[in-house]
């Protein structure tokens, strides 16, 4: 079984692979403060609730964008499952041409490329990931990643108004019933929903016509679900596509080297 661990800089996401599906994922929030001793003790409780015998894990792999949690994190995981983590990093992304990759595209997004073009191998794709931040990660046919984009996500955008405002208040983004808010709830929904899906669409758009042909559109994310009804360019509404991507990886790496 693969245990997969996604640390992003809101939450890290866990997963356990038995080979044809997942079994089991959890979130919980990033925080550098916490001790390895201190997640040690969350994950190994989350384990105990699915009832799944940490001895079966026999592969992790990690991928992280908060280096002061990536230490203690690769720690905690040869502990409970007594493996040897598979660290994500350019290197490890077969199927992607490595000199397309720039040098400072984080490892989430190398990861959504990656799976990505293993879903379309013959076609430009975008993926489009909700996250902390809002991403848009292009590569095309041949696994040459065109590069990305980045703007604020949606959570991170509510929470911005709520902790800069004084009568902002803090609300649940669902789809409004109307584009002209009658109070402070409508008018936010409105304006994230609506605005949102209009910045997505519009870089879809822009990105078809820069480069000249039609892509295929994957979204992801923990808001891809609730935003997917307004847009208007989208193929595949993908919530594991990140980790999906980090099976990938693991999956080719473990290939490779047995043909070593």
């Known amino acids: 079984m693969l245990l997969v661990v996604d640390i992003g800089n809101t939450h890290v996401v866990m997963a356990l692979h038995d080979g044809s599906s997942w079994v089991a994922d959890w979130r919980i929030n990033s925080d550098v403060k916490k001790t390895s001793d201190e997640y040690y003790v969350i994950i190994e409780s989350m384990l105990k609730q699915t009832n799944l015998d940490p001895k079966l894990i026999d592969a992790s792999i990690i991928c992280s964008v908060v280096p002061n949690l990536t230490r203690s994190f690769e720690k905690v995981v040869k502990t409970v499952s007594n493996t040897k983590p598979l660290m994500v990093s350019h290197e490890t992304a077969n199927g992607i041409v490595r000199e397309s990759i720039p040098p400072e595209l984080g490892f989430d997004l190398l990861s959504n490329a990656v799976a990505g ?99 295929k559109v994957i979204i992801t994310g923990g808001l891809s679900q609730t935003i997917a009804p307004l847009l208007h360019h989208v193929d595949d509404v993908r919530p594991k596509h990140t980790l999906d991507g980090l099976k990938i990886i693991m999956d080719t790496f473990t290939q490779n080297q047995k043909k070593e």
């Open 117 to 215: 073009h293993h879903c379309y191998p013959n076609n430009t794709v975008m993926v489009i990931d909700f996250g902390t931040a809002l991403t848009f990660t292009t590569v095309n046919a041949k696994g040459e990643i065109l590069g990305a984009s980045i703007a604020p996500g949606l959570i991170t955008a509510v929470n911005s108004l709520f902790n800069n405002t004084a009568q902002i208040p803090q609300v649940q983004l669902k789809i409004p019933t109307s584009a002209i808010g009658r109070d402070s709830d409508e008018a936010i929904r409105s304006g994230i929903m609506f605005g949102f899906s209009g910045l997505v669409d519009s870089m879809i758009e822009r990105t078809r016509k820069e480069l000249n042909c039609e892509i």
